[in-house]
């Protein structure tokens, strides 16, 4: 029986990294427009250098870039820079094919709904108000709910005891093998990698199920449900 389902936020729910993508280039367009004195691919290498460092949530990539190259922050280029990002990332932010059916579908079913996300909580919470996703989930929990990253366990008993579910009556589904497959089974949960926001070119996912489409979740559920 299959009592409640996870989501992964990013590459599950929504194209993160392509919204990325087209954030950052964006960004790049701009800041050059506004005299940033480097070619766009000195740009794009430092950005990914200081991602690399940081992590991928760092939100004063601009700042540390503008420092370095000025050892002070050229506001003009910034807010250039900034704005360019905001404008793109919020037409870029769009979920998945099938994600609203499916996740209004398996309410229908009764089934619970989680999300579990290594993001900042103050991004995780604007990425799905801004795809009006935000009333869809029973709970949600981010890194500041227990300070602790996918695969620890932490995250995934958080979860599973505010939906009041035990973990053989859930089930996992992301993008991410190493975190969202491992963290979620050594729990116990039902696990199911979501192949098509796969990023990592991932061989072995060591999951239950696979799925190509997101929709494919809710033949998963009624299998174990009949």
Avoid: C
């Avoid at 366990?153 to 996992?172: D, G, K, N, T, Y």
Wanted: charged share 25%; net charge negative.
């Amino acid at each position: 029986m299959i009592k409640a389902v996870v989501f992964d936020l990013d590459n599950t729910l929504v194209d993160f990294m392509a919204m990325k993508r087209q954030a950052i280039g964006a960004a790049i367009n701009a800041m050059i427009d506004s005299g940033l004195k480097l070619t766009r691919e000195e740009i794009q290498q430092r950005i990914d250098a200081i991602y690399k460092e940081r992590g991928i949530e760092f939100q004063n990539v601009f700042d540390h870039l503008l420092y370095d190259e000025f050892q002070k922050v050229n506001y003009k280029v910034l807010s250039a820079g900034v704005i360019a990002y905001r404008r793109a990332r919020e037409a870029a932010l769009t979920p998945y094919p099938h994600v609203y059916t499916t996740l209004v579908n398996l309410m229908k079913m009764g089934v619970k709904l989680g999300v579990v996300s290594d993001a900042p909580a103050k991004e995780a919470w604007l990425r799905l108000s801004y795809l009006n996703l935000h009333h869809i989930f029973d709970h949600i929990v981010t890194f500041e709910d227990t300070g602790k990253r996918k695969p620890d366990p932490a995250p995934f008993e958080r979860i599973l005891s505010l939906l009041q579910v035990p973990a053989s009556e859930a089930l996992m589904i992301g993008d991410w093998a190493e975190r969202d497959m491992v963290g979620a089974a050594q729990v116990g949960m039902k696990t199911v990698f979501a192949r098509y926001g796969d990023t990592f070119g991932t061989v072995e996912t060591n999951a239950d199920y696979e799925v190509n489409d997101i929709a494919e979740l809710l033949e998963i559920v009624r299998k174990h449900n009949q």
